[in-house]
């Protein structure tokens, strides 16, 4: 039977694989990412004032992006921890130490720019609320992971203890979805993903869902940049050790 | 009351440019910074061998 010359996602497995691909993907995804943040901003400053809200509703397009991607990266991570715990990929805990301070800067963008559009909406910058008080705590978390990978000097120990604590906090992940269904908070209800399709009008979803593309690009070239800084991490780490053992 | 949303506007896209460029430029100068200590460690082999 020939061999299929088509690429499996199995291929990513082999870290000098990987970094040929990266190398590649890197720019076109910082590309992309520009182009469609450029033109969802445009899209998103040109839409008409929202009847409440006046124009300070345009913080969303920055807002909603980031909150998508802090819970998204997450379950990245949670993903990436089975793989370490059950799987043993070898690129699983090298794709998890590099989404942890990129879900923290999202995460901490969702929470700054929240607090800035609550004034004006809610008169008030923070509440101590369902939804605002469980994105705290996935931030959180997330600083947890960064401090637990910086604990150990061993990679390969650090990635064991940080795939459970990852596993553990994903409990806090449906909790800020579900949070504005479960209590009574000032934060809206969904209005995009909903089992009834969005309730957004398409004035405004379209560029939000542009900006959401764009910021998604913009994670994949930083978490690749990123991973293939951890590779080259780990291999300085393996020639020290291993020009330390030829010294003695 | 349009010139006070511009202020929170302006606030929130000024934050999150802040933070997402300080974490692009730790990504660039750490990159640069391994890629240097690579180098100088697959130089120091070389010479040994």
Known sequence: MPKTRGMKIGDLANPNRFLRIA?????????????????GFY????????????????????????????LGIYSLMATAALGTLVWRHPLADVAQKAAAPIGAAFALVC????????????????????????????????????????????????????????????????????????WSTLHQRASVFRLDGPTM????????????????FLFAALLMAAMRNELMRRRVRTLTLFAAREAH | MAALHSTFIAAAYGFAGIVLCALV?????????????????????????
């Not at chain 1, 190398?23 to 033109?39: G, K, Q």
């Open chain 1, 43 to 70: 899209r998103g400053f040109h839409t008409p004032a929202e009847r409440d809200q006046g124009t300070v509703f345009r913080i969303m397009f920055v807002h909603v992006p980031s909150a998508w991607l802090a």
């Open chain 1, 111 to 182: 929470l700054v720019t929240g607090a800035i559009w609550g004034r004006p909406t809610w008169g008030t910058y923070w509440e101590w609320d369902g939804r605002l008080t469980s994105m705290l705590v996935l931030f959180l978390i997330y600083l947890g992971i960064i401090a637990l990978w910086r604990a150990f000097e061993e990679p390969l120990q650090a990635a064991k203890a940080v795939a459970i604590l990852t596993l553990v906090g994903f409990i806090n992940v449906p909790i800020v979805k579900y949070s504005v269904d479960w």
């Open chain 1, 23 to 39: 190398r590649v993907a890197i720019p076109l995804c910082a590309a992309a990412s520009a182009v469609l943040l450029a033109y």
């Open chain 2, 25 to 49: 430029v730790w990504i660039v100068l750490d990159y640069r910074a391994q890629r240097k200590m690579l180098a100088e460690l697959e130089a120091r082999r070389a010479e040994k061998k």
């Open chain 1, 201 to 216: 009008h398409p004035a405004y979803l379209s560029p939000l869902l542009v900006c959401a593309l764009g910021f998604s």
